[in-house]
């Protein structure tokens, strides 16, 4: 009771100064993203309330869900010269979960159609590597982005290449600042939670780290390691290995393109 009288500020106005909008990363972020998308419009700080409306008939309901959604923001949304919403990013820090929420952001954006691109805070891509994937929304037309066979002799010296601990941070290194069409480390160790190769078979985690650039090789890597190709029996991966280096290949699988080209004919009138 007596605080508020002790307290000579309680009822004034408090001194405020200015803050900047962004920190460092996100000020870099924001620039290469107008540098790849000169004919976009990019907002920061976006509520979720802004670009989403909940289709709950209960005023109530809808009413609490709607604070739900103005509590939450989104760090960049990508809009076109009339201001239409064309996709929202999404800077995650690696131990971002959505686990613990009760409506996680993602299925949110998704159950309305909105495409939502995320990137590691500590790994920020280049402009180029934007332009890469949101080529579809730029007026500038994408570079091709180099395999991981085409960079290994820029990356790698060769005192490294005798140092594996060299070698596996600078292709950890590679893997996150590399081709975006392709799985990143973040994802491998998500898809490998138990890390059972990294610590079992270190000589294959590294080159699964060295491949992941290039989606076609790293798939063909990965098959070798259950065929038996060598003059000796190999003794095959035990069954929790095996599991995980599938799971790579499921997850990789999305990024290999076929370079088997369309039939010319129908195949329905092939066998008539």
């Not at 709607?66 to 809009?79: N, P, Y």
């Not at 990143?184 to 079992?200: G, H, V």
């Not at 290995?241 to 699988?253: G, L, T």
């Amino acid at each position: 009771m007596f605080s508020q009288f002790l307290d000579k500020d309680s009822k004034g106005i408090p001194d405020c100064e200015q803050r900047p909008f962004f920190d460092p990363n996100q000020q870099i972020f924001f620039m290469r993203l107008q540098k790849a998308l000169p004919n976009c419009l990019i907002f920061p700080q976006i509520q979720l309330a802004a670009i989403l409306e909940p289709h709950i008939s209960h005023d109530k309901k809808r009413a609490i869900m709607r604070q739900k959604l103005a509590s939450r923001h989104i760090d960049f949304g990508v809009f076109n010269k009339d201001v239409e919403l064309l996709c929202v990013i999404e800077l995650e820090e690696e131990s971002t979960s959505a686990a613990d929420e009760e409506y996680p952001t993602r299925k949110l954006l998704k159950s309305a159609g909105i495409k939502c691109v995320r990137w590691n805070r500590s790994a920020l891509p280049s402009a180029e590597q934007i332009l890469r994937t949101l080529a579809p929304y730029s007026e500038l037309n994408a570079p091709k982005a180099e395999t991981s066979m085409q960079t290994i002799g820029k990356l790698f010296l060769d005192e490294d290449l005798k140092d594996p601990s060299k070698l596996q941070e600078k292709a950890f290194t590679y893997i996150e600042h590399g081709n975006p069409n392709a799985l990143s480390l973040a994802a491998i160790k998500r898809i490998t939670p138990d890390a059972f190769i990294q610590q079992e078979y270190p000589h294959i985690w590294q080159k699964i780290c060295l491949f992941a650039g290039d989606p076609r090789y790293l798939k063909n890597y990965l098959e070798s390691l259950f065929i038996q190709n060598r003059p000796v029996r190999r003794r095959g991966l035990p069954k929790h290995v095996a599991n995980e280096v599938i799971a790579i290949q499921s997850e990789n699988a999305r990024f290999v393109v076929s370079n088997e080209p369309d039939p010319i004919w129908d195949p329905t009138f092939l066998h008539r």
